[in-house]
């Protein structure tokens, strides 16, 4: 008589084939999850790359309009292809908004990205109509939304912020050696952070 289903079939015998085969399962399913993960944070560094080389290449077009508008003697077809140079980089940052948008996600980096693209906007159609000495005036501001846009980027890669990156550059030291005391260094770290945007900061 069989008691039990066990005298029939021998499981200790058949884990041993098929335990290597379910190991291996489990190890192709984990490598599987962590190759996705891995493209996954490939394409976000990508297209945040993009928006930010997009947003310079914008920037760059500005000051080369703002150039072409300052000549003492106009050469309007130089003005004209400055114009349309400046709305082909804007329509690019336009488009890789929309990717960023779905596969960064971040509201914080869309905002930023948003404010600096519409500050370059007000500047390119200001010198257009003949502002040329507000570009000049601006560039503090837009500085600060460039330094955003960075900052929001970085977050986005679990990168260190500019102003993380500055505060820890002011040791106890420094501060003891400037005379600061721990409580006048963030508003030190603070104002420097517009002006340092552009000092490399």
């Known amino acids: 008589m069989i008691n039990s289903i066990g005298e029939v079939i021998n499981f200790s015998s058949i884990w041993q084939y098929l335990g290597p085969l379910v190991g291996v399962g489990f190890g192709y399913l984990i490598s599987v999850k962590v190759w996705d993960r891995q493209k996954?944070?490939?394409?976000k560094r990508d297209i945040i790359f993009e928006v930010v080389r997009s947003l310079g290449e914008l920037n760059n077009s500005i000051f080369a309009l703002q150039v072409a508008?300052?000549?003492a003697i106009l050469d309007y077809e130089d003005m004209k292809a400055k114009a349309n140079a400046f709305v082909s980089c804007h329509t690019k940052v336009s488009g890789v908004r929309f990717l960023a948008d779905v596969i960064v996600g971040g509201r914080n980096f869309d905002n930023a990205i948003s404010e600096c693209q519409s500050e370059m906007?007000?500047?390119?159609?200001?010198v257009i109509d003949g502002d040329t000495d507000y570009y000049r005036s601006t560039q503090q501001?837009?500085?600060?939304?460039?330094s955003a846009v960075n900052d929001a980027a970085r977050k986005e890669l679990?990168?260190?912020t500019q102003y993380e990156l500055r505060r820890k550059e002011l040791t106890t030291d420094h501060w003891r050696k400037n005379g600061y005391s721990l409580g006048e260094v963030d508003g030190q770290v603070a104002a420097g952070d517009?002006?340092?945007a552009g000092a490399g900061y």
Do not use: P, R
Not at 121 to 126: C, F, G, Q, Y
């Open 158 to 160: 679990n990168l260190k």
């Open 141 to 146: 501001s837009l500085l600060a939304k460039i």
């Open 121 to 126: 906007t007000s500047i390119a159609e200001k």
């Open 40 to 43: 996954q944070w490939e394409m």
């Open 194 to 196: 517009g002006a340092g």
């Open 69 to 71: 508008y300052c000549h």
